[in-house]
């Protein structure tokens, strides 16, 4: 076979630019550290590290949602934290309230005291955290949920909650609504709720009482009324939503049971004839009217001629029941944001092991092995020197250099 001179030339030529660039790639593979520079390289790789790099990211990103669901949900609690120790304070300075040795300057101390609390638990109710979003305001982060006219609060946010994607399949609320927190809470014993007449002028005094058969309950609103009776003090009890009389012309006994469609309560001491009490379905009663109306009892002066102490002390039950109540939500809110924050926490910590999975198996797919590239390039050498080194012995055979 005839081989020309140009041939020779250039197949020596393209030999050596071969292992030159053969040479070259693996420089670049060393000095990058990725085994992969094109797709080229290793299409299926390639296409794996993509894939893999985008689900890498999205966990990332779920890691700084986490993030600020974890701190969000930390200042919750520690809100609530601090509400829960003002409401026993609250509810400590009730329980003093009710001291028969108090007199009335007393207790209004107590009230400008209650006065300090509600405005303290209106301001944690109005809590932001450190970007000024309100934390009690649902959707409305920038309205503030709680304003008041004198001891009346109003709730100006709605009943949204805030979520977080914190996971593929996963949305985490990070906020509660005021009105869940603060707003929803049943009075009374949570059936139903007993109460005074404001007018009553005698010493009867209602307990919160208790449901005594489930079945019979009818949700309705009942009366007892009291009248002198020729043997003594009696009662009726009337169904004041049908207008129905259920019993009359009871005997009253200090203490005794009174139970009737399937709930019991006791009135302790004397009321006088005509006196009544009522009691009606339980409903929802916000904290901010239950220590208002404690404060306003705090204020009103006693006059035993006209009831004035039972008047105080039905007062001071119901409240301390409807703080216990409210105590109960605020725990049982701080519990359903402990559950989150542990999970938050939880799927953290996945999200970490995630990460360290994914570029591990980046690492197995994209980078170079040093060892295996480092002798790659030495043979490359080797081979590029045999290379230039035949090419420029093969371009010297020719007679004329003979001549």
Known sequence: MRVSTSGMFDSGTATILQQQEALV??????????????PSDDPIAAAQTVSLSQTAALNTQFGVNREHAIASLGLVETTLDNVTTNLQDIREIAVHAGNSSLTDTDRRSLATELRGRFEALLGQANTTDGMGNYMFSGFQAKTQPFTRSGLNVQYNGDQGQRLNQVAPTRQLAVSNSGTEVFERIKNGNGIFTTAADPSNTGGGIITSGSVANPASLTGHNYE??????????????????????????????????????????????????????TVSPSTNQSIFNTIGNLITALETPIRSQDGGGARLTNNLNS?????????????????????????????DIQGSDLEIQYEQRLSELRDVDFAK???????????????????????????????
């Open 25 to 38: 790639k693996t420089q670049q593979q060393l000095s990058t550290g990725r085994r992969i520079l094109t």
């Open 224 to 277: 007892i009324t009291f009248a002198a009776g020729a043997t003594g003090l009696t009662y009726d009890v009337t169904d004041t939503t049908t207008g129905t009389t259920l019993s009359s012309g009871n005997p009253f006994t200090s203490d005794e049971t009174i139970q009737f469609d399937g709930l019991q309560f006791s009135i302790s001491n004397t009321p006088n004839a005509g006196d009544t009490f």
């Open 319 to 347: 409240a301390l029941q409807n703080l216990d109540n409210g105590l109960e939500q605020i725990l049982t809110t701080r519990a359903s944001v402990g559950s989150r924050l542990q999970e938050a926490e939880s799927l």
């Open 373 to 403: 590239a480092i002798s790659e390039l030495n043979k490359q050498q080797v081979y590029l020197e045999a290379a230039q080194k035949s090419f420029s012995t093969v371009t010297q055979l020719s007679l004329f250099d003979f001549i």
